[in-house]
C-alpha cells in the first residue's frame, strides 16, 4: 500500500513508500484511510524540527488529522462493525497516573507517543490497524467535514477547560479575542460563538480568502486585521473575558497580557517558535494577575472525551450553520500526487487534505 513517509530530523524528505497492509489482532480492527488533514505539525516534521520514527523503522509515516472506514474486525472487537466511519485519537499514553486516567493529554511524564509525530507511525497510508479504544464513530450527517475532528479537539478542550476552571467564580463570559484564523484559530472562534459569545477574530494576512470571508459573514464573527487595525487601541475600556492565542506569535502573546481584563483567562493554544526576547515588566504582571484573578492556560492534545464532545459540537454547527465546516478544505491532493511542494503550499491554505480513493 503506499504510504506517505518522511525521515525524521532531517530536511524534506517526504515521498511515497510501498509497504506491506499491517495485519490486525483480535482485539484491533483495520481501517481503509478515505482521507487525511495535514497540518504545521506535518510540515515543521518535514523540516526536521521534530518527529520520531517506530523503533527500528528509518522512516515515519506522517498525518495524524485521520478519517476512514473499517475494513476488517478482529475476532474480539465488539463496538465496532465494518463500514463504521471513524477517526482516531493521536497521543498514545504512559504508565502515569494521568494517561492511566484517559487523560493522556495531560501526561505526567512525557513519555507518551503520538501517531504520526512521536515513535508512531500516522494515518496516511492507504490502510492503518488501531484498537477501537482509540477510535471514534463519526455519525453520517458530519462525514464531510470529519478529517476536521482532530484539530477540532484542540478548540473543543479549549473552551472545555476554560469553562470548567472559571467555575472558581459566577461567570458570565461575553466576549472573546481569538488571535489566528488558521484550523485551530478559526474552529475555536466558531465554537466560542457557538457558545453565545461575541467573537473577534485577529489576524494580519494581507488578503482574506473567499473561504474565510464566508466563514465569518455565515457565522457572524468579527474580523479584525491587526496590520490595518491597532488592537490594543481597539479594545481599550473593554471587558474581554476569554483571549486564545493560536499564533504562535510571541509578539501575540505579549498583545494578550495587555488586552485580558479582570477574572479573564488566555488561553495559549500554539508552540511559540524562535527566541524574542521582551522586557516585560514581571512585577507588574503578578500585580495584575493577582488584583484580577486573572488566569493565562496552556493547552495541548486532546484525549477521547474531546472527541466525543467534539462530534455532538460538529453536528451542532452543521445544524445551525449548514456546510460551513466544508469549507474549511480548500485543497484536496491526492496521495500519489502528494510532495513536499504541497507541504509548503499547505501553509497558505485553510485546510489541504490528502485523499486516498
Ligand atoms: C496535534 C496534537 C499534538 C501536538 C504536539 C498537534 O498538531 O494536533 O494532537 O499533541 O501536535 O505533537
Given at each position: 500500500m503506499k504510504a506517505v513517509v518522511i525521515e525524521p530530523l532531517k530536511e524534506n524528505t517526504l515521498h511515497i513508500e510501498n509497504v506491506e497492509i499491517p495485519e490486525i489482532k483480535d482485539d484491533e480492527v483495520l481501517v481503509k484511510v478515505i482521507r487525511v488533514g495535514v497540518c504545521g505539525t506535518d510540515k515543521e516534521i518535514n523540516e526536521g524540527l521534530y518527529g520520531e520514527a517506530p523503533q527500528g523503522s528509518k522512516f515515519l509515516i506522517l498525518g495524524h488529522e485521520s478519517f476512514g472506514k473499517i475494513e476488517k474486525i478482529g475476532a474480539d472487537v465488539k463496538d465496532f462493525k465494518v463500514g463504521?466511519?471513524?477517526?482516531?485519537?493521536?497521543?498514545?499514553?504512559?504508565?502515569?497516573?494521568?494517561?492511566?486516567?484517559?487523560?493522556?493529554?495531560?501526561?505526567?511524564?512525557?513519555?507518551?507517543?503520538?501517531?504520526?509525530?512521536?515513535?508512531?507511525?500516522?494515518?496516511?497510508?492507504?490502510?492503518?490497524?488501531?484498537?477501537?479504544?482509540?477510535?471514534?464513530?463519526?455519525?453520517?450527517?458530519?462525514?464531510?467535514?470529519?478529517?476536521?475532528?482532530e484539530p477540532f479537539t484542540i478548540a473543543e478542550k479549549t473552551v472545555i477547560q476554560v469553562f470548567k476552571i472559571q467555575q472558581r467564580m459566577v461567570w458570565e463570559p461575553k466576549t472573546a479575542i481569538v488571535f489566528g484564523t488558521g484550523p485551530v484559530g478559526l474552529l475555536t472562534s466558531i465554537l466560542l460563538k457557538l457558545k453565545g459569545l461575541n467573537v473577534y477574530a485577529v489576524d494580519r494576512t494581507e488578503h482574506i480568502d473567499d473561504a474565510k470571508a464566508e466563514i465569518f459573514k455565515r457565522i457572524g464573527i468579527n474580523h479584525i486585521n491587526s496590520k490595518q487595525e491597532n488592537v490594543i487601541d481597539k479594545f481599550k475600556g473593554m471587558q474581554i473575558d476569554i483571549i486564545a492565542e493560536a499564533t504562535g506569535n510571541p509578539i501575540v502573546f505579549n498583545e494578550c497580557l495587555q488586552l485580558f481584563g479582570v477574572n479573564s483567562v488566555i488561553a495559549l493554544l500554539s508552540?511559540?517558535?524562535?527566541?524574542?526576547?521582551?522586557?516585560?515588566?514581571?512585577?507588574?504582571?503578578?500585580?495584575?494577575?493577582?488584583?484580577?484573578?486573572?488566569?493565562?492556560?496552556?493547552?495541548?492534545?486532546?484525549?477521547?472525551s474531546y472527541f466525543i464532545s467534539g462530534i455532538k459540537d460538529m453536528q451542532e454547527i452543521r445544524d445551525k450553520y449548514g456546510d460551513i465546516l466544508e469549507k474549511f478544505i480548500t485543497r484536496r491532493v491526492k496521495v500519489s500526487d502528494f510532495n513536499n511542494s504541497d507541504l509548503q503550499k499547505a501553509n497558505f491554505e485553510l485546510k489541504t487534505v490528502v485523499e486516498f480513493e
Open positions: 463504521d466511519m471513524v477517526v482516531a485519537t493521536v497521543r498514545r499514553g504512559d504508565d502515569c497516573i494521568n494517561c492511566v486516567a484517559g487523560e493522556s493529554d495531560m501526561c505526567l511524564t512525557g513519555n507518551y507517543k503520538e501517531r504520526g509525530i512521536k515513535g508512531l507511525n500516522g494515518y496516511m497510508s492507504e490502510y492503518y490497524v488501531e484498537k477501537p479504544e482509540n477510535l471514534v464513530h463519526i455519525p453520517d450527517n458530519i462525514k464531510e467535514e470529519a478529517v476536521l475532528l508552540v511559540t517558535g524562535g527566541n524574542f526576547k521582551t522586557d516585560i515588566d514581571v512585577a507588574k504582571l503578578n500585580y495584575d494577575m493577582v488584583l484580577n484573578n486573572k488566569l493565562i492556560v496552556g493547552v495541548v492534545n486532546a484525549n477521547k
